[in-house]
């Protein structure tokens, strides 16, 4: 009988396990299109015949889409002297895995919630006995086990924009917590909320608040908005990421959000100073995640590694159109629940699942 190992387990050994070998037993196109970072892909039926390409003498974990497949690549290992485990509940456990890291930024506690299946990065930012959420998950009990921790009440929640590749929590923590909901009201949300407006500050605790620095930068949608901590952080949503920009493709108006895009960035983000650290909605496949690190880059440096903030408008509007790729899995679906227009389904879950796809590759 395989042993098993969590999700929550493995998110540590990642880190720390130099003899680590993940083997996902899935097939070449499932494994194509979502995947934990450094897994070997050997599909099921041709584990047999491969087996010399799984590393002896080290950890081997066995992965595929629910646990079953694994269980089976598991038992094909041990016939061949080949111990291993199998990850709990496989991609789809994966997909709502976090784990959590904080600091201090203008004298506020700023706490990210990184789902590392996904690639997606909330935010809990408190001070004194109040907190503000962005980009809440559906997994509300994180944001409510944070905050619970801290001493902290959730006043407000913010979304950065309207997701299409995740099922925004939102709604479900403010009605947890007697938050108020506040959004842009260029996205097309049709419940109930707070609109937000250019140069609304939120305030924590005398001194410290978060400030919308800009609620239309349009470009990855209509009513992407920033937020800004004081003179050290800005939360970004999808309109910049670490290792690219928003992509302006999912409303159908590539080019014309493009060139919004490109405005937005060079009107709204690079104005601000090189110190500043971004805090992005979500993070791609190239950039590496470790325990106890934030997903986050001073300006200044993303200015140096992202070639296309150095792009003209022209030449920025052309390399946008020409490079977005494959779109989230289910993205009209979820876009339709996250403005209201179509209740909250039943599998949820299943919807959700993939990639997060929203940089420009």
């Not at 992005?280 to 496949?285: D, E, I, L, Q, V």
């Not at 159109?321 to 989230?328: E, H, I, L, T, Y």
């Amino acid at each position: 009988m395989a042993t098993h190992l969590s999700t929550d387990e493995l998110v540590q050994l990642l880190d720390t396990d130099a003899k680590l070998v993940l083997i996902d037993v899935r097939e070449q196109d499932e494994f194509a299109d979502w995947k934990i970072p450094g897994a070997i892909n050997i599909p099921l039926g041709e584990l047999d015949s491969r087996v010399d390409e799984v590393p002896r003498n080290h950890h081997v974990v066995t992965i595929c889409a629910k646990g079953t497949r694994a269980a089976e690549g598991a038992e094909i290992l041990r016939a061949h002297g080949i111990s291993s485990r199998v990850l709990d509940g496989g991609m789809g456990a994966w997909a709502t895995t976090y784990d959590t890291v904080e600091t201090q930024f203008s004298n506020a506690t700023v706490v990210q919630l990184r789902r590392r299946g996904k690639g997606c990065l909330s935010y809990v930012i408190g001070a004194g006995n109040r907190a503000i959420v962005i980009d809440p998950s559906l997994d509300v009990d994180r944001y409510l086990d944070v905050t619970s921790l801290h001493g902290w009440r959730v006043t407000d929640v913010l979304d950065t924009h309207l997701h299409a590749d995740h099922l925004s929590g939102a709604r479900a923590l403010v009605a947890a917590t007697g938050a108020t909901l506040r959004l842009s009201p260029f996205d097309a949300f049709v419940y109930d909320f707070e609109p937000l407006v250019d140069g609304l500050t939120i305030e924590l605790a005398p001194g410290v608040g978060l400030t919308v620095a800009a609620v239309s930068v349009p470009g990855h949608t209509e009513g992407s908005t920033l937020y800004q901590l004081g003179d050290q952080a800005i939360f970004t949503g999808d309109t910049l990421f670490l290792e690219s920009v928003g992509r302006p493709d999912l409303a159908d108006q590539a080019e014309s959000f493009a060139h919004s895009l490109y405005r937005s960035l060079h009107e709204r983000v690079l104005p601000l100073g090189d110190s500043v650290m971004v805090f992005p909605a979500h993070y791609g496949t190239s950039v590496e995640v470790h325990v106890g690190t934030f997903v986050a880059r001073p300006l200044g440096e993303l200015r140096t590694t992202l070639p296309a903030l150095a792009l003209s408008e022209s030449d920025f509007v052309e390399w946008a159109v020409a490079n977005v790729k494959d779109r989230p899995p289910n993205y009209k679906k979820i876009v339709l629940i996250n403005e209201g227009e179509v209740p909250l389904p039943l599998d949820a879950a299943e919807i959700e699942l993939g990639p997060n796809r929203c940089a420009i590759a």
